[in-house]
């Protein structure tokens, strides 16, 4: 099987609505769909790199090849777990982890993106709650850190509901535009005191935490 190489597979984060686990070939599948379909609306860019400005079946190709790319390049010291986002059974958008060797910097980034059909549900929340979880109990980490470009407001609603602080600002060339890149930290004081979702990590055992370079989970 395939995560008796990639034990990182065999992961699972469960909310009350939602599955977050890696992709195997249909997820992948699916994903590429929920790419194809639409992720927002197309007059407003939230990504530093405008891959949804692709044609359809681009993106969902494009969807695939990140995938497969980055659970290829995973390594001890860096490494991003690209979960699906899993709802009542379909594929409706993939929240990233991303890891720099971990065991000395205590914290870990965060970054995710789901099918425009599947917005104003609370997802999107749900989903972030789920991989802070693995961040602040699986992980060990202090703390956990996202960004939003200027105008993403759902993104940083996101961010405020479940605690984070505002972190600084950055600037960045979009689409030939200047864009504000607002950043977000949550410590795991105020994760803690923002918890809402009940969220269990399966299948995290010690092979796939040495795969992310971090020792035996202490008892």
């Known amino acids: 099987m395939l995560a008796d190489y990639l034990p990182v597979y065999k992961i699972r984060l469960r ?17 590429a769909d929920r790419a194809a379909e639409g992720v927002h609306d197309p007059d407003f860019m939230p990504f530093l790199m405008p891959w949804t400005d692709a044609e359809p079946v681009q993106r969902g190709r494009g969807t695939i090849q990140w995938q497969l790319r980055v659970i ?8 991003t777990l690209p979960f699906v986002v899993v709802h009542d059974g ?10 720099d060797q971990i065991a000395l910097t205590r914290e870990a980034s965060t970054g995710s993106w ?23 109990t699986g992980l060990g980490a202090e703390y956990a850190t996202s960004a939003s ?42 994760w803690e005191a923002h918890r809402k979702h009940e969220v269990r990590i399966e299948g995290f ?8 370079g971090l020792g035996a989970a202490e008892a």
Do not use: C
């Not at 290829?72 to 490494?79: I, Q, R």
């Not at 379909?90 to 890891?99: F, L, P, R, S, T």
């Not at 789901?114 to 602040?136: C, D, N, P, S, Y």
């Open 90 to 99: 379909k594929v409706v958008g993939v929240q990233e982890v991303k890891g």
């Open 15 to 31: 909310t009350e609505r939602l599955e977050l686990r890696l992709p195997d070939f249909d997820d992948l599948a699916a994903l």
């Open 72 to 79: 290829a390049e995973l390594t001890p010291e860096k490494w």
């Open 149 to 190: 470009l200027d105008g993403n407001g759902p993104s940083s609603g996101v961010s405020r509901k479940l605690g984070y602080k505002a972190d600084g600002i950055e600037h960045h060339v979009v689409r030939g535009v200047r864009r504000q890149d607002n950043r977000w930290r949550l410590s795991r004081e105020d």
């Open 205 to 212: 055992g010690e092979e796939a935490r040495a795969m992310l």
């Open 114 to 136: 789901l099918g425009l059909a599947h917005h104003g549900q609370g997802i999107g929340t749900e989903m972030r709650a789920a991989v802070l979880e693995f961040i602040f």
